[in-house]
């Protein structure tokens, strides 16, 4: 009878050995599979975060609410306040919006800050006072935050005269103190007065008690500085043209 022959220890080491770097194969490539899988989301969620934050802009400036004696758009170098009618119901008053650049554990991000809605000129003027506090990294600021993109620089230039300008530029066109056409018209209880204009002072005209009131720019121009590395990265310009300037001119 013939003997049944066996695997010898060496045959079963090198089948062992095969079955180990198949393994290890396998292994890696179902790793960069899950690691692709987590860049691509991560990619994702950065450009839905940016499309979410540039649309969020344009409603803001869409909204925008000019009270008598009172600054609608403000920008001082560092931050943009504005005001707006509350988003949802329209008789629930004016809120105080603020866009700026602000530092953190995670670097420098884009960033929206809004106050609770204002129903009288004493909480206006104190939602005014807040975002430029807020604007300034100062403490009790209050309101909702939310951080938009990692952000290097940003910039902005206003629509006058035909041309792009510096908002803080000297030849800014200015208007007396009026409601602006077209724009969405305030609550009855909302105030009537502006808080304190910018620090620059620049394009404005002197208004009752001191106050210098800035006319609105036909258009806005947003420039972010994107650092590398994201889903977006580099320059990206957006314009906003105000609803009421007809023939598209910016």
Do not use: K
């Amino acid at each position: 009878m013939r003997r049944a022959r066996g695997f010898t220890l060496v045959e079963l080491l090198v089948a062992l050995f095969a079955m180990a770097l198949l393994a290890v194969l396998s292994w890696r490539g179902l790793d960069g599979m899950v690691r692709a899988q987590e860049q691509t989301r991560a990619r994702a969620d950065e450009l839905q975060a940016l499309q979410v934050g540039l649309a969020q802009w344009t409603a803001d400036l869409d909204a925008l609410v000019q009270q008598p004696q009172m600054n609608a758009l403000d920008w001082n170098g560092r931050v943009l306040r504005l005001t707006r009618s509350a988003p949802g119901d329209q008789g629930a008053g004016v809120v105080v919006v603020a866009w700026g650049q602000r530092g953190g554990p995670e670097g420098q991000r884009w960033m929206r800050w809004q106050s609770p809605p204002a129903t009288s000129r004493g909480q206006l003027d104190e939602a005014w006072r807040r975002a430029e506090a807020w604007g300034q990294a100062q403490g009790g600021a209050g309101g909702a935050e939310v951080a938009i993109v990692p952000l290097l620089e940003w910039r902005l230039f206003y629509f006058r005269a035909d041309a792009w300008t510096n908002p803080l530029s000297s030849d800014a066109a200015v208007v007396a103190a009026a409601a602006v056409p077209g724009s969405p018209a305030a609550p009855a209880s909302a105030p009537a007065a502006a808080p304190a204009a910018d620090a620059a002072g620049q394009g404005s005209v002197p208004g009752p008690g001191g106050r210098r009131i800035v006319t609105l720019p036909d258009g806005v121009r947003l420039v972010l500085a994107l650092p590398p590395g994201l889903a977006v990265s580099g320059e990206l310009t957006r314009d906003w043209v105000r609803p009421t300037v007809g023939g598209g001119r910016p």
